[in-house]
């Protein structure tokens, strides 16, 4: 079965509160782009949009950016590139790559706040689902423009 793009539009990752509130101040304070770092190969490979859905205790998705890329490969080498994007100190680099090979960077770029953040409850039952994946996942277009009406 193939998939096509219209139904990879947007792609909901989980990010930890901590994470979350610095991308929004290194927003806030004039950078447009970012770098969401994750261990190991993770998705998402293709979308055109990424929604952030801040987990426990937030519950919420609370903003979206448009995303520009997935770079998977030897964190050495993807941490010396795009250090300067991501929110993470050396130390905390360290400290989330202990013991792995192999590091991905979400690229994403102009980040918009939610004034209206969506909560859990609202998100199923939009979606249809009875839980988030842990690992996010893929919505289509109408979905995404949806998820975007009710946030603004």
Not at 88 to 97: G, I, K, P
Request: aromatic share 14%; proline share 3%.
């Amino acid at each position: 079965m193939v998939i096509s793009m219209n139904e990879r539009y947007a792609f909901i990752i989980m990010i930890k509160e901590k994470w979350w509130n610095e991308f929004r101040r290194l927003n806030r304070s004039g950078r447009t782009t970012h770098c969401y770092v994750q261990g190991g190969w993770a998705p998402p490979k293709n979308a055109k949009l990424l929604f952030f859905y801040v987990v426990r205790p937030i519950g919420e998705i609370q903003g979206y950016a448009e995303f520009i890329e997935r770079k998977v490969g030897k964190m050495e080498a993807l941490w010396k590139e795009y250090r300067d994007e991501s929110c993470l100190s050396d130390e905390q680099y360290d400290d989330l790559m202990r013991g792995r090979l192999n590091v991905t960077f979400i690229r994403f770029e102009n980040l918009w706040e939610a004034s209206k953040p969506i909560p859990l409850n609202n998100i199923l039952m939009l979606l249809g689902i009875n839980r988030m994946s842990r690992k996010g996942f893929y919505i289509d277009k109408v979905t995404a423009d949806k998820l975007i009406e009710v946030m603004e």
